[in-house]
DNA sequence: ACCTGAACACCGTTCAAGT
DNA sequence: ACCTGAACACCGTTCAAGT
């Protein structure tokens, strides 16, 4: 979305940064994305991005929040299994994963490092929303009795450590290009063997 | 280790660069990181850790192989279990999150984001020394009929998508301050019900 | 060997304008 | 409203020295 030189952006602006920030830590990585270097790219003034965003770090944060959204929507759609919990669970954990192999810019903001600002409070956690779609699922097995007993919070949390784990190594590259067939065998075995009576 | 204005380091500037480097992601982590910090808050010019790393990246690559070498000797170290290769593999994953737990400075820098340089080759993969202990770990479960058959490698791969995940939550202190006991516990459920028999 | 100081090309961010 | 250009305090990195 380049512009004409002086022309402007007539509210588009907006838009294209995020879009090209997202291009650039797709390709780049977080660390290498400026503000300057996006405003360059889109044709306008270096100070131009401060009309929509006020500092690089809430850029960093709406894209994070998109983001957070997006991956909710996706985890929230497959309602179809919603009387199996086994394979509501193991479909909640492909999407997961899914959602970081086609979203890589997006779940890396997401996971970049946050701000360890020592007074700043826990900023409402916002992977709460992608966990506690796992702990329902998990909720909603112990109450049919399919599923081992105990807090679900505890088995939530193995399986968000373990689906979070594979999306790192997903995004970081670091397991080639693994089919998605064999990403939900690895999560099938997951939910049968340690989350299933 | 603040030196006098105008003394030298003789030979300690290397380690006190990657200790002051190492404190400076503990707390603010590692985005925050600048060698004119570092050579400020130790009291040389700017240009002097250059004497030692040819620039910011070797230094934080130095500190990565630093935390891979003590990663990998601690997993080796714990040969007690030799015999039992469930007792052996629940042992390797908690030493592994131990490490993320008490040594979170440099497990940031070995995981932080890598340089996606387009053109340059995979560096030799170093998770794989951590990698391959689960995975042998792994091949002589399966040697004593203990674990699960099919490949040690896909099996590993779970294994280490876990501990993984494990270890950056605790890294991000998305855990609070759960228990050593609280993550054996964890671990040991995953071992017993996706890789032993 | 190890250190210094000036210099260059970058950043993020702010200010005082311009249409 | 949305954009521009100059300015400031930072960075990483290089160069030409100093002891």
Known sequence: VRKKRGAYHHGQLRT???DD?????????????SLRDVARRLGVSHQAPYRHFADKRALLDAIARDGFAMLTAALVAPTEHAGDPTARLIELGSVYVEFARSHTAHYRVMFAEVDTESGSPPPEDET?????????????GQRQRVFVSGPARDVALASFAFV??????????????ISAGAIEKLIERHVVGTVRR
């Open 16 to 18: 294209a940064i995020v």
């Open 21 to 33: 920030a997202l291009a650039i830590v797709a390709t780049d990585g977080v660390r290498r994305l």
């Open 128 to 140: 709460s929303s992608a966990f506690h779609q796992l702990a329902s699922a998990i909720a909603e």
């Open 164 to 177: 979070h784990g594979l999306a790192m190594l997903v995004v970081d590259g670091k397991l080639g290009d």
